[in-house]
């Protein structure tokens, strides 16, 4: 059996090998030298705008991260929110280790796919199909939760735009995807001024709130919705594993390495480097604020919106903030659109995914991947309602699973390459690994009954799908023969066949195509039985007085069908041969004439590709806008001259 990655060549049409002996979608992928990248280099990221395309989610989660702490301390009164830094403490430790974990696997795995990569290589094939549901089920939830978020800002801030929620959530959606259908690096251009200013905001709010010694203002507290409940281990556990969705994100700038300009596993080090310190920076400096202004949870205002109004006061800086806020939210889509595509590409390679997804278009971007992940997200925008207490349940059970499979999976990297100080990587990876499964267990366990039992109903599904095209491609690799020699061509009986509507310039044309490619060549009229026996014998006397040297067959259609006639006619008649179809017709210069085709070309070709074996080829007379070299009146056009019939 062919290895699986030979099986057809998922970004070309043409033969998937070449001068050098690789796959032609492997030296496509080669990284651009610098300086001499062209239109590939401008369409890949720098270090700032991976920033840009790639961390939108990890960035936004500042803004709920730490609220999600502070709504389940909360239960337990000012002791508990007395917790909130330290909780915030050991969530920036695991980001610490996350960081660097995946700035190990950038390393060791340039070509992306991250978590699945990973256990591709050191674990099994069914728990590297595992990470890969995992991620596509997180990255989906992703989009519409950040969508959601983003329109539920919005319309708390303009309560009129509430009846249309779905509504702005699509077109967000749509815009996203347009800007992401022109390349990763316009997504990172156009993302990079908002971006730059939510992280230059909120570092304003910690700065800002850090030098006063009291609020500038405070929100009226809400009143104990319940007994106030004791600190205990599971308390502090469930505020981590909430706390650890401000996680979210971290992981995509490893799964899509290739996306970065060369040198690209330095650049995307240096951008998961990034993203870690300014995470954890305001992360830590929030949670300080929180425990600095004891600030608790009010209905109808976020944490978020509490210490901006804390710090800056409710004038101008307010505003700026949660409009940032508003638009980042909604934005941090992108980091999806940058992901997932990369991820489905590796998968498509591995002929887990149709090979669609392997293609790339112009501006160097996967489309069938981000048109999928759009169409996705807008059925769960829509069957939710636009509305994100819906969706967040679902979210972030999904990426703790790959996290733990990456760490589990570099430990064992570790343990096969034996490198410089592999020791303090395999510690760390295993640590990482013990802390990602604590989060995930807790995580799950806490959303199972407000939805995450969906997700667990999910990952087995996708990886079954994804076996079920693998085992597709094996068998069309089987029957294709490919790996072994095949035995030398011979040629066989084979003939052409054109059929002909009328005697025209057109027919002409069509049969001298048909006889400079076959010695022997039919011509086929299909007659309607519920027309009258004089148009079919208008036509044989036209065909007879042409002479064209061509054998005709007529043959009769019931029911007005012009395709089923026809393949039968090739099936019974010609069986054992090779047949090729010729299908003529007209091609009109301006693009309106165009719609004045009967369109039973396409009719033809689908009938004869469902119903028989023969090879069906469609030939276009072009029609000049202006007749050239000619006074005469033409004939006029009946209904159907145009046609093959």
């Known amino acids: 059996m062919p290895d699986a990655a030979t099986l057809v060549d998922p970004a070309s049409d043409h033969s998937p090998t070449g001068q050098t002996g690789l796959p032609r979608w492997r030296r496509s992928w080669r990284p651009v030298r610098p300086g001499a990248g062209g239109a590939a280099g401008r369409d890949r990221l720098s270090v700032l705008g991976g920033l840009a395309a790639l961390s939108l989610d990890a960035m936004a989660s500042v803004a709920y ?9 909360a239960s337990a009164g000012g002791i508990g929110l007395g917790f909130t830094l330290p909780v915030t403490l050991a969530i920036a430790g695991l980001l610490a280790v996350l960081v660097l974990s995946y700035r190990q696997v950038i390393g060791a795995f340039p070509d992306g796919g991250g978590a699945y990569a990973v256990a591709k290589r050191h674990l099994s094939r069914r728990t590297s199909l595992v990470a890969a549901a995992s991620l596509v089920v997180d990255y989906v939830l992703n989009v519409a939760v950040s969508v959601a ?33 022109r390349g990763i690096a316009a997504s990172a251009r156009v993302f990079i001024a908002p971006t730059a200013l939510f992280v230059g905001a909120i570092l304003t709010v910690i700065v800002v709130g850090l030098l006063r010694d009291a609020p500038a ?71 300080t604020l929180i425990s600095r202004f004891q600030i608790t949870p009010v209905e109808g205002v976020t944490v978020l919106a509490q210490l901006t109004d804390a710090t800056l006061g409710h004038g101008i800086g307010f505003y700026l903030v949660q409009v940032t806020t508003m638009v980042l939210l909604a934005l941090a889509a992108n980091t999806s659109f940058g992901g997932l595509p990369v991820l489905a590409k590796l998968l498509a390679e591995d002929n887990y995914l149709p090979h669609v997804f392997a293609l ?23 069957a939710a309602r636009g509305q994100v207490n819906t969706l967040v349940p679902l979210f972030a059970i999904g990426v703790f699973v790959g996290f733990t499979i990456a760490q589990y999976g570099m430990v064992r ?57 693998h085992r597709a491609y094996q068998r069309i690799g089987s029957t294709l023969g490919l790996g072994r020699t095949p035995v030398p061509p011979h040629p066989g009986p084979s003939i052409v066949i054109v059929p002909v509507g009328e005697v025209s310039e057109l027919t002409r044309r069509a049969l001298a195509a048909a006889l400079s490619l076959g010695d022997e060549v039919a011509a086929v009229h299909v007659a309607y039985t519920d027309e009258p026996a004089t148009a079919a014998a208008r036509f044989r006397v036209a065909w007879e007085a042409w002479h064209p040297d061509v054998p005709l067959a007529v043959i009769a259609a019931a029911d007005r069908d012009l395709g089923r006639p026809l393949a039968a006619h090739l099936r019974d008649r010609y069986a054992g041969r090779h047949v090729f179809v010729i299908i003529p017709e007209v091609q009109p210069d301006r693009r309106w004439e165009r719609l004045l085709r009967n369109n039973r070309g396409a009719v033809l070709e689908r009938a004869v590709r469902r119903h028989s074996e023969a090879i069906v080829c469609r030939m276009r007379f072009p029609v000049p806008a202006r007749s050239v070299g000619s006074t005469a009146t033409p004939e006029p056009l009946v209904a159907g001259s145009t046609s093959v019939r």
Not at 65 to 73: Q, R
Not at 151 to 170: N, Q
Not at 442 to 455: D, F, N, P, Q, R
């Open 149 to 181: 978020a983003g329109v539920a800002a919005l319309t708390s801030a303009f309560p009129a735009l509430l009846p249309y929620t779905v509504e702005l959530c699509l077109a967000i959606l749509v815009a996203i995807t347009a800007v992401n259908l």
């Open 360 to 382: 790339r278009a112009r501006w160097q971007v996967y489309r069938y991947g981000v048109l999928v992940l759009s169409a996705i997200a807008a059925v769960l925008l829509v």
């Open 217 to 287: 203002a405070t929100a009226e507290p809400a009143a104990a919705a319940g007994p106030v409940q004791a600190v205990g281990a599971l308390l502090l556990l469930k505020a981590f594993a909430n706390g650890c969705a401000a996680l979210t994100g971290v992981e995509a700038i490893a799964n899509a390495v290739p996306a970065f300009r060369e040198p690209a596993v330095r650049r995307a080090q240096r951008a998961e480097v990034a993203l870690g310190a300014l995470l954890g920076i305001m992360l830590i400096g929030l949670a």
């Open 413 to 469: 990297h570790w343990l096969a390459v034996c490198g410089r100080g592999w020791r303090w990587k395999l510690a760390l990876n295993g640590f990482g690994a013990l802390l990602t499964l604590a989060a995930a267990i807790v995580t799950t366990g806490s959303k199972l009954a407000e939805g995450a039992w969906l997700i667990a109903i999910a990952l087995p599904l996708l990886v079954l799908g994804f076996e079920r095209v």
């Open 65 to 73: 991260g730490p609220e999600a702490i502070v709504l389940v301390l």
